[in-house]
């Protein structure tokens, strides 16, 4: 948001004074515009803090990629909180949200999100052509949020010595 009457939103410069390095957009629970994306990402990019932007399906995936953000997430809500991975209930979401956004922008870098709870889910995310994950009650809800972090953690180390 630009400075103004907006009661409850938050500035991309009051982010960056507070110590933020990224925002999160268009989730789920506080969907948005495409306009909105749109002009949160040009703020965010001014602000010098990182965008992801959260889509629900391959469609919306390349709309958002076209706004340019530093990160998209494809998180399909009906799998959020459920402690079923999107990269086991809809993995050809992944493959053909990633195939989709590779031919408008090259350099975003793609997450996936949703039910992501163990390291297992993180492998098989990353296995599927994800860069990373987008993880909160799966950790958060946890009785041991440290030691599930961790394991993903562990599993992205390792996925990506694989690589070289």
Do not use: W
């Amino acid at each position: 948001m630009k400075p103004g009457a907006h009661t409850g939103h938050v500035l991309a410069e009051a982010l960056k004074s507070a110590g933020a390095e990224g925002t999160l957009v268009n989730h789920s629970e506080r969907r948005v515009s495409l306009s909105t994306i749109a002009e949160s990402v040009k703020l965010c990019a001014g602000a010098d803090l990182r965008s992801l932007v959260c889509a629900d399906t391959a469609e919306a995936s390349v709309d958002v990629a076209k706004t340019l953000p530093d990160m998209i997430a494809i998180e399909p809500p009906e799998l959020i909180g459920t402690g079923v991975s999107i990269s086991k209930a809809r993995p050809e979401l992944i493959t053909d949200s990633i195939k989709q956004i590779r031919k408008i922008n090259r350099d975003v870098r793609i997450l996936c999100g949703a039910g992501v709870t163990t390291a297992e889910d993180v492998s098989k995310a990353l296995e599927l052509g994800s860069e990373g994950v987008l993880v909160a009650s799966g950790v958060v809800k946890n009785k041991d949020p440290r030691a599930v972090l961790q394991g993903m953690a562990n599993e992205m180390v390792l996925e990506r010595k694989n690589l070289f």
